[in-house]
């Protein structure tokens, strides 16, 4: 018999982010990503990509639930959240939080998949605020930029973001960087 891998409904996600404390300005973000990643999602759907839209919607709504947590203990807040997620028995949610920080060439190939949405999706958004990938990666490199090599980085991963938005857009049929600015 196979197991079942649950995947909480929105109220269980609005749930869990209460019961960590989850302040409200990272929910309001949290909620933006959500929008974002669920359009994508509908739209690849409608491409014909086997694209889960509950995971998408968790994985968007839980992707920062140990941010708060980890800005007072100095923590790396996707793996934490990921850790939190498992042991709810969330692992595909685990998964998605756990990558959402970081994009690697490869996921520009396997593209689209839920984890990839969700990571672009929190690219877009700014606070609470829709903005290009430009403005989110001067704001990320004026912010985490303080070496060199922090810098070096943070301008790879921006390149990579914009072929990120370009397979996206193939995979759409629309320009993906000039959408979701009406959902601020």
Known sequence: MKEEISVPDRETCFSLMRGVGMPDHIIRHSVLVE?????????????GFDISADLVSAGALLHD??????????????????????????????????????????DLVACPTESVLVN???????????????????DLIERYGTTGLRRNVLEFKWGLYKKLEGRLSEVTGLEVGNLFFDLS
């Open 35 to 47: 929008s974002i990643a669920l359009r994508l999602s509908e739209l690849c759907i409608e491409r």
């Open 120 to 138: 672009y999706a929190d690219k877009r958004v700014l606070h609470d605020r829709v903005v290009s990938l430009d403005e989110r990666f001067r």
């Open 65 to 106: 639930i140990a941010k708060a947590r980890c800005i007072e203990e100095q923590c790396h807040h996707a793996h934490v959240g990921a850790e939190m997620l498992r042991e709810r028995g969330y692992p595909l949610v685990a998964l998605i939080v756990k990558q959402h920080v970081t994009l690697c060439g490869a």
